[in-house]
């Protein structure tokens, strides 16, 4: 999810994230009713970020049929769903169930944010630890009343702040039960290390009958003409309870599982489309319940899911929110993608 995120800190912030969840929900082909659905529900959303948290990060973007970030034309193919996501660091939430009631209230108000949210949304999830912190994940279909399952795929995409786009790019297919991800990271920031990765994913789609390797080495091939970009591949297969993941440059990729320690699956040194010496496919064990996790060198790598109890169970997006907010650096491009 990439397509709007802002701070919020007052009040003003709250009317410009409303105009533009409407604006996305139109671009969606949402009607009216289900436009001001979610307009609402951004407005509450940012509302609870100041009077809980004092302030936070709210992002907005497109999910398809609730798998977020998919930038394929065919994911268009899907039931479009806008997703919202909202992150702080406040004091958390004592009892996340007591405080999606209607009537709840630690402020002294109405208390029918939490609740109007669910009211409103295909699907909502919260994670909240006191002292911690809050991630709110909502998504809002256009159909009045639908409700929706959780993602099996969430990602959360942020630029290098003060540049327009992202020099990071992701994407997802699937076939004969086995599923196939790429995360690339276009060296530099802005427009020309977007078009580096936009490339890489491009030759995901295009070359899907590839095996990993020869996908690989496709990558490099095809970023040649541009300034190149760390690139990885990994192909999930559940039914051999397998994971092979191969990369050139600094893509984390790491399989976690309740219960077990966090599993950092190796890339080799390289530049694609400059430098790849050595292409090599690593396989590791799948267990049943685990999550994949890739993510860009924005995102730091000192993370673990089990300083957050039960985040593992949530859906991919509220993980990948929760690990972006704890561990984006800040000063650079950032994606981090989440896959069960």
């Excluded at 169930?97 to 108000?109: F, L, P, Q, Y």
């Excluded at 990729?253 to 694609?272: K, L």
């Excluded at 292409?279 to 319940?289: K, L, M």
């Amino acid at each position: 999810m990439s397509a709007f995120i802002t701070r919020i800190d007052d009040s003003s912030q709250v009317a410009e994230a409303r105009r533009k969840a409407r604006r996305l929900a139109q671009d969606l082909d949402f009607d009216d009713d289900a436009a001001e659905r979610a307009a609402i529900v951004v407005t509450e959303v940012c509302t609870n970020l100041i009077k809980h948290a004092g302030s936070g990060q709210i992002m907005i973007g497109h999910s398809s049929g609730g798998a977020s970030g998919l930038s394929h034309p065919d994911a268009w193919d899907r039931p479009a769903v806008l997703e919202i996501l909202a992150l702080d660091r406040g004091p958390g939430i004592v009892d996340v169930e007591e405080s999606r009631e209607d009537g709840h209230s630690t402020t002294g108000t109405s208390g029918n944010g939490l609740g109007a949210i669910g009211r409103l949304s295909s699907y909502m999830e919260i994670y909240s630890r006191a002292g911690r912190g809050t991630a709110i994940l909502a998504r809002v279909s256009r159909r009045a009343g639908e409700i929706l399952q959780p993602a099996n795929i969430g990602a959360v995409q942020a630029p290098k702040p003060g540049e327009e786009v992202c020099g990071d790019g992701w994407g997802e297919t699937a076939a004969e039960g086995c599923r196939t991800f790429l995360m690339a990271d276009g060296l530099g920031h802005g427009p020309d290390a977007a078009r580096a990765s936009t490339a890489a994913v491009d030759m995901l789609y295009k070359h899907s009958d590839l095996s990993l390797t020869e996908l690989l080495a496709a990558v490099h091939d095809a970023l040649r003409y541009t300034r190149g970009a760390a690139v990885a591949i990994a192909e999930l297969d559940k039914e051999r309870g397998t994971v092979a993941f191969g990369g050139l440059g600094n893509i984390c990729g790491t399989i976690v599982a309740e219960g077990f320690p966090p599993r950092r699956m190796v890339s080799t040194n390289g530049t694609a489309g400059a430098e790849a010496r050595h292409i090599r496919q690593f396989t590791y064990p799948w267990t049943e319940g685990a999550a994949l996790v890739m993510h860009s060198d924005g995102i730091g790598t000192h993370w673990s899911l089990s300083d957050y109890p039960g985040l593992s169970a949530h859906d991919p997006s509220l993980i990948a929110g929760v690990v972006y907010r704890d561990f984006s650096r800040g000063n650079d491009d950032a994606t981090i993608m989440v896959a069960k």
